[in-house]
């Protein structure tokens, strides 16, 4: 097991992990310990899954090392936003809430979650900023432009999930199951 930190005496939870047995190897930034992520993730063991955290440059060179891991091997818990390249704010779309049997008009600085709540639907949420997943709506129909820090690129892909908090539609009308 790898433990990053600036120093040792910083590094989170290291004597829970350590009373777990197996070896720990701490890499200590500040004194010159760096870890190379590249060469420590190359390989790609059976039936492993990779959970990280931590700054967003470790979480970024895991990311870009891992990309020809397994589909849903690797797993982010980001703690603040990442840096999305969508097309700004957008325009307005159709929202149908389809359990509710409602169709709402959700503006371009609103987000789904805040036209739910409008409408008098109460979803629940957390952090509000699309990073710990808490409003996760199901997708009937309609294209997502994801926004979110949680969703892998396979996720995203299905467009099965939204996080109401952050995302909006691509398309002109999108359907959640609520």
Avoid: K, N
Avoid at 1 to 20: K, N
Avoid at 82 to 108: H, M, Y
Avoid at 112 to 120: C, E, F, H, P, T
Wanted: hydrophobic share 40%; net charge negative.
């Amino acid at each position: 097991m790898e433990d990053v930190a600036r120093q040792a005496e910083d590094a989170a939870f290291l004597p829970e992990i350590a009373s777990l047995g197996g070896q720990v190897e701490v890499h200590e930034s500040g004194r010159g310990s760096r870890l190379d992520v590249t060469a420590m993730l190359r390989e790609v063991p059976a039936d492993t899954l990779l959970y990280c955290c931590g700054p967003e440059s470790l979480m970024l060179a895991v990311e870009q090392a891992t990309t020809h891991w397994p589909a849903g091997s690797v797993r982010f818990e980001w703690f603040a936003p990442r840096q999305q390249s969508g097309d700004g704010v957008g325009g307005s779309f159709e929202l149908v809430a389809a359990r509710s049997g409602l169709t709402l008009t959700v503006a371009p600085a609103q987000s789904v979650l805040q036209a739910l709540r409008d409408a008098g639907i109460d979803i629940a949420s957390s952090c509000e900023q699309g990073v710990c997943g808490t409003c996760e709506c199901r997708v009937l129909e309609g294209e997502v432009e994801h926004r979110d820090s949680i969703l892998s690129a396979a996720e995203r892909a299905t467009s099965e999930v939204m996080m109401s908090c952050v995302s909006r539609a691509r398309s002109a009308r999108l359907v959640l199951d609520i």
